[in-house]
């Protein structure tokens, strides 16, 4: 069974910097791009981060680039987050999601599963 | 900037159907933009209900069913349930590994 625990969130002054990690298991975790993804309260989802396989190509949204950077270290399954000049508008919960992939004949779900996700509240 | 538009709410009898939309601000959609349905229960992370226009996730019940009505990915829920109540979200894949996620449509069974 895919499991994904991410860590690492709690309050955080504006300006202030964070990092998030995300333990997985239950996949070749070295086969499979990862992502963040954010849901502020009461809110929808919002795309922030994605890595592929081997770490070589990143992507970031608009709304947080040059302050995130997105990592992974393949030898301990883990996907990072730092965050950095955070902003009130950063508060949310941050998923780590596994990436989906294209067979010859389909392409599944492109966020697929999802962990439980972590809190971020950035406030003075 | 691509804005991916769904329904606020929608309120559906028990044993109603409901059909969800998720539509592009600027363009039509079409099974090339790989629309997948996700459904969020409060506190709960998002669960993939549809992937790829029209194929049911392993363990969905066949109440859900994906198309493409129109200009418009659709998701449709058949003979609604209480435990249905839910947020919903599509997404789009608008190519160079960028996705776009809906505004998010919550339903409501009453």
């Known amino acids: 069974e895919v499991q994904l625990v991410e860590s690492g969130g709690g309050l955080v002054q504006p300006g202030g910097s964070l990092r998030l990690s995300c333990s997985a298991s239950g996949f070749t975790f070295s086969s499979y791009a990862m992502y963040w993804v954010r849901q502020a309260p009461g809110k929808g989802l919002e795309y922030v981060s994605a890595?592929?396989?081997?770490?070589?190509?990143?992507y970031y949204a608009d709304s947080v680039k040059g302050r995130f950077t997105i990592s992974r270290d393949n030898s301990k399954r883990t996907l990072n987050l730092h965050m950095s000049s955070l902003r009130a508008e950063d508060t949310a919960v941050y998923y780590c999601?596994?990436?989906?992939?294209?067979?010859?004949?389909?392409?599944?779900?492109?966020?697929?599963?999802w962990g439980q996700g972590t809190l971020v509240t950035v406030s003075s | 900037q691509t804005v991916v538009t769904q329904e606020p709410s929608f309120s559906v009898s028990p044993g109603g159907t409901v059909t969800l939309t998720c539509g592009l601000s600027s363009g039509s959609v079409s099974a090339s933009y790989y629309p997948t349905w996700y459904q969020q229960t409060p506190g709960q992370a998002p669960r993939t209900l549809i992937y790829?226009?029209?194929t049911r996730s392993s363990g969905v019940p066949d109440r859900f069913s994906g198309s493409i009505v129109g200009n418009k990915a659709a998701l449709t829920i058949t003979g609604a349930q209480a435990d249905d109540e839910s947020d919903y979200y599509c997404?789009?894949?608008?190519?160079?590994?960028?996705?776009?996620f809906g505004t998010g449509t919550k339903v409501t069974v009453l």
């Open positions: 790829s226009t029209n």
């Open positions: 890595i592929s396989s081997n770490g070589g190509s990143t």
């Open positions: 997404v789009l894949y608008m190519g160079s590994g960028i996705y776009v």
């Open positions: 999601v596994k990436a989906g992939y294209c067979s010859s004949t389909t392409c599944y779900s492109p966020f697929d599963p």
